[in-house]
Structures are given as C-alpha cells and as structure tokens.
C-alpha cells in the first residue's frame, strides 16, 4: 500500500532536481559569459548560493574576482548593493545609522549597505578589523542590531567578498571569527590562454557586465534553496563529515581546527553539490571534493609546520587522505 507514496515522493524529488539544474544552467551560462574557463570556480559560487552561505574570493589583482561577484549577483533579480571596503570606512557604513529627524523629532533608522539580498564586498581586507566586525552578526545571523533594535534581513542573503592575499600592501588579515562565517573560499586563478585569448576578442569592444540580465529571481533562488535543504544525508556520511572536523582539531601541525560551524557549512554545501549533480543524497566524494574550498581558509597551521614549507591546503590534504571513507 505504500508503493503510490514512495513513487509520488520520488517524482516530486526528480522534477525538483530538475528544477535546480534548469534554474542553475541559466545562471552558469551567464556568468561564464563573464569569467571564461574557470567551471569549478563557477560551480563553488552556485554551491554556495544554494547552500544560502556566503563566498569569499581569495587572489591576486586582476583576475576577475569582482567581475566573478557583479556576474553572480546581476544573474539574479533582486536586491543587489555593492560596498567598496577601504580603510576609512565605519561600522555604520555597513550596517546602518539612527538619525535625527527634525522634522518628526524621533531618531530614523537608514539602513546600511548590508541590507539587501546579495551584498557585494570589494576587497574586504582593506577595511579595519573593527568595520569588517560589523558583517560578523549580519553574516550569521541575518539581522542587524542598531541602538538595540534588531533588524531582519531579507531572505535569500548572501555576501560575496573579494580579498587580495594578506601579502598585499595595505590589507588586514580577515579575523578567524570572519573567516569561519564564509562557507567557503574560491581562487579564481590565471585564465587558461585560451580563455584569454577570448577575453581579449570581447571584452576590450564593451563590458560583457553591460549586457548581462538576470535569469533568475529572489523567490526562485530561495525555492532552490528550500530544495536543496531537504536533500538526504545518511548518518555514514555525516559521521564521515564529522570525521574530518575532527581530524583537523587534533592534528598535531594545526593550532587552529575546524568548527563545528565548518561541519555544518560541509554538509549544506555537499547537499548543494549533489543537486547540482542531479543527486537527492549527498556521497562522501561530495564532502572530500568540497573540503579544500570549504576548510582550508579556517585552519591554522603552527609555526614549525609554516616554517617547513606546510600550508593549510597540503595539512587538509594529507588528512582527507587518512580518514576512511565510509563504504
């Protein structure tokens, strides 16, 4: 007698995998019309849009970072503000400001840059550590707190922030409370000559931002999202998933592990890729290929380890490989 229920549950779960590679075909192709050979790039940001968390995007000038955020967020019908982060900019900027109406003679409250649905942060660490502590609730928490009014943010939220590496003259380093909020961090890396003989062939006639329109909205973003969170995750992966955090906090070249925030952040984001692979259940190799974009920005590696030449990236690495694999 159950076989009718578990046939509607599996059409409804194929026509909304369906409706997650329609939506997200339309918006890769709109921003690969921007950012040329970089598909893994491409499928990070979608990740982590569908995963409703937040992307940071880590390189040298010049590479696209921005063009790679303006790309995501003009693909999507909806609230879009940009905020170029620079040394003299306030916490206000970003949040918002009581003002006094003269007029009514009560305080107004102007929201800040961060009130919108997709919020565009140019080179965040330019910023102090106390105007980038400002994204700190809004990030985690999608409100904003004023003059002890809290205000909610509107759903979908995601900011998407560039950085130029800390070696960069005149950058702060992002605070480890900064970095864990970001789901996960992207290099867009130097174009293949391909690409950029391609680039060089369009973009010096006009912009290709100029004529880029959006091929979603807000509300279908977030039925997305609502798709992808009731996505299955078996407890052998999410004890795999665990696994791996745990790896990272006892591991002896490490003075800084991952939270149980970058679990959580592991396991949406997996859930977002096995969508996007036309899956309803989430596989180890889900987890393992996320793991550098998703950990790596979150780890510390001890004095001795960075002195031997070990980054984050060649620790998660070895770790990955030792953690069985659930079968």
Not at 75 to 100: A, E, K, N, Y
Not at 227 to 256: D, K, M, N
């Amino acid at each position: 007698m159950s076989a009718p229920v578990e046939t509607d549950a599996a059409d409804r779960s194929g026509a909304d995998l369906e409706t997650v590679a329609r939506v997200t075909r339309r918006v890769r192709d709109n921003i690969e019309r921007v950012i040329e050979g970089k598909p893994d790039v491409v499928f990070t940001a979608l990740v982590v849009l569908l995963a409703e968390g937040h992307l940071l995007i880590e390189d040298v000038p010049g590479v696209g970072k921005t063009q790679l955020s303006k790309a995501l967020a003009r693909s999507i019908d909806c609230t879009v503000r940009r905020i170029q982060f620079t040394p003299d900019l306030l916490p206000s900027d970003v949040t918002g400001v009581s003002v006094f109406n003269q007029e009514t003679r009560e305080f107004e409250f102007r929201p800040g840059g961060i009130f919108a649905n997709i919020v565009v942060g140019d080179e965040i660490n330019r910023a102090s550590p106390k105007t980038q502590s400002a994204l700190l609730e809004c990030m985690e928490e999608h409100q904003v707190t004023v003059d002890n009014v809290t205000y909610r943010l509107t759903s979908p939220f995601m900011v998407i922030a560039t950085q130029n590496p800390i070696e960069m003259e005149g950058t702060y380093a992002l605070p480890e409370a900064q970095r864990d909020r970001f789901m996960a961090r992207v290099s867009v890396g130097y174009p293949p000559q391909a690409a950029e003989l391609a680039m060089l062939a369009s973009h010096t006639r006009a912009n290709p931002l100029d004529g880029l329109d959006a091929v979603t909205d807000a509300a279908e973003v977030q039925k997305l999202i609502d798709i992808v969170g009731g996505l299955h995750v078996s407890s052998a992966v999410q004890r795999y998933a665990v696994g791996l955090a745990t790896a990272t906090r006892h591991h002896p070249e490490l003075v800084l592990g991952a939270s149980p925030r970058a679990t959580l952040h592991l396991v949406r984001a997996a859930k977002a890729a096995a969508a996007l692979h036309g899956r309803d259940y989430v596989l180890p190799d889900d987890l393992s290929a996320l793991a550098p974009s998703v950990l790596t920005h979150r780890l510390v590696p001890t004095p001795e380890a960075a002195m031997n030449g070990r980054t984050a990236a060649d620790i998660l690495d070895s770790i990955v490989g030792a953690v069985p694999v659930p079968e």
